[in-house]
């Protein structure tokens, strides 16, 4: 098999990636582990960038995101039973960001794939990237008792934090950072009404807590819970029980609750590795960097990488021109370790830290004392969670 770029991921990064090149006439193949079902089963982020929300325009894939999303000028920050709004809109010179799942993002590009007839082959095993350094790299994989080789141009590695192509990047080259919170967040997703229509962030000296949704009619809440906790720990009355306990009295009033029909636990990390190139083969998302989710920064980060690409790729193929790919990983980089910064931010001012020192407990206070007193921390935090320029 031969294609111009092989993307290995069927996740947002990956399907984006394909969407954007295939309308520009550049030829990918994606290899995706799962199925899709199993890929579309996975809840995750939920906030959008206003700039991951024009770049799924671009890929012909905002319709229904402008149609089902929900645009949110604020949120709020809970503390000692009080809600203080963070007003995006007016802090920010008039971004907003939408709110619409990671669920519905990734099936909008699945279909969108589909429609065009765009190769994306599930359930592939064994994956293995060759000679990236060489300019003719390939990629080997097994589906049922076939191996199967694709030469390419280039390899996107958008495989996530486990995937094989990070790995596929010789150790002497690879520098990894990592940040391992020591906490983790158990979500629950419930067909009940949202308690807010915009999102609360919650600093609780049991712990953090985070109310979010997706739509009219489907909610998703986190709360903090210690690493040795596991989804068995916590029967749906006790989550709602403990997030009615960290929660304003107002709010938790009008909590509506009902079934969990999805509960996980999500371990917090933040991690990057550097370079987010070798030879041929080109790092994005996940593959390359974790965000503690409290930053909203995870799929959003993915998203510039992908926009680099893309430019990069459409120079590259149609003009000759490797400025964009000679200048990537730099770039990428850049922008990655201020999202790695915020999310850094917002974990550290919201989450309870177990035997934390006296004076870190304090300075903790302080920074949120700091940050709804001041206008200009506030319009620190809006132009972060709006999105940095690309
Ligand atoms: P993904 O991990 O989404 O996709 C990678 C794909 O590659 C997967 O489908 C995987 O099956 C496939 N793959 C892996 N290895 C492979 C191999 N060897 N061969 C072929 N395919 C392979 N971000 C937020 O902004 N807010 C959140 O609330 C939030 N919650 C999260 C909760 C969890 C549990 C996790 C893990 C992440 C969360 N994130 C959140 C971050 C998340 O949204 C990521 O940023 C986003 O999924 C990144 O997308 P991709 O880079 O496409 O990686
Ligand atoms: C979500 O809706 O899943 C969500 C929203 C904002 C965050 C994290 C998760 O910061």
Redesign the pocket.
């Known amino acids: 098999m031969k294609t111009q770029v092989c993307i ?8 984006l990636l394909s969407q954007l090149l295939h309308l520009q006439g550049i030829d990918t193949i994606v ?4 199925s899709r079902e ?2 579309l089963g ?6 959008l960038e206003h700039g991951f929300a024009a770049l799924m325009r671009e890929a012909q894939c905002g319709e229904r995101m402008d149609r089902e999303g929900q645009i949110h000028h604020g949120f709020h920050i809970a503390r000692n039973g009080r809600l203080h709004r963070m007003d995006l809109h007016k802090h920010s010179g008039g971004n907003s960001v939408i709110v619409y799942g ?1 669920t519905e993002v ?1 099936r909008d590009l699945y279909e969108a794939r589909e429609r065009m007839q765009g190769a994306v082959l599930h359930d ?2 064994d ?1 293995q990237l060759h000679d990236l350094a060489s300019g003719s790299p390939s990629v080997t ?1 097994r589906r049922r008792d076939e191996v199967v080789r694709i030469e390419c141009r280039f390899v996107i590695g ?8 990070r790995k596929s990047i010789p150790r002497t080259v690879l520098r990894e950072y990592e940040k391992v919170y020591p906490f983790g ?1 158990l ?1 629950v997703l419930s067909r009940t009404p949202p308690v807010s229509e915009e999102l609360i962030y919650v600093q609780h000296e049991r712990g953090f807590a985070l109310c ?1 949704l997706r739509s009219p009619v489907l909610s998703r809440y ?1 709360v903090q819970v210690p690493l040795t906790d596991s989804v068995e720990d916590w029967s749906d009355d006790a989550f709602w029980g403990e997030l009615k306990h960290r929660l304003p009295a107002e709010v938790a009033a009008r909590l509506v609750t009902g079934p969990a029909i999805e509960k ?1 636990i ?1 371990p917090l990390r933040s991690f990057v590795a550097e370079p987010m190139r070798y030879g041929n083969l080109f790092l ?4 390359a960097h ?2 503690p ?1 409290t ?8 998203a510039s990488d992908i926009q680099y690409l893309y430019h990069a790729m459409v120079a590259h193929f149609k003009r000759g021109d490797d400025s964009g790919l000679d200048g990537y990983s730099a770039k990428a980089l850049a922008r990655v370790w201020k999202a790695q910064r915020f999310s850094w931010w917002m974990t550290t001012m919201l989450h309870t830290f177990p035997q934390q020192a006296d004076y870190d407990q304090r300075l903790q206070q302080t920074e949120l004392d700091y940050l709804l007193s001041s206008e200009a921390a506030q319009r620190s935090l809006a132009e972060n969670y709006v999105g940095l320029p690309y």
């Not at 930053?295 to 993915?302: E, H, K, P, Q, V």
Request: net charge neutral; aromatic share 10%.
């Open positions: 290995i991921g069927g996740g947002p990064s990956g399907l290899l995706e582990k799962h199993y890929v996975r809840i995750r982020a939920g906030v990671q990734t592939i095993e994956v994989f958008a495989d996530g934090f486990h995937g094989v192509s967040w979500g979010s986190y996980s999500a994005a998302g996940d593959a974790i965000v989710p930053g909203a920064r995870g799929l959003n980060s993915a």
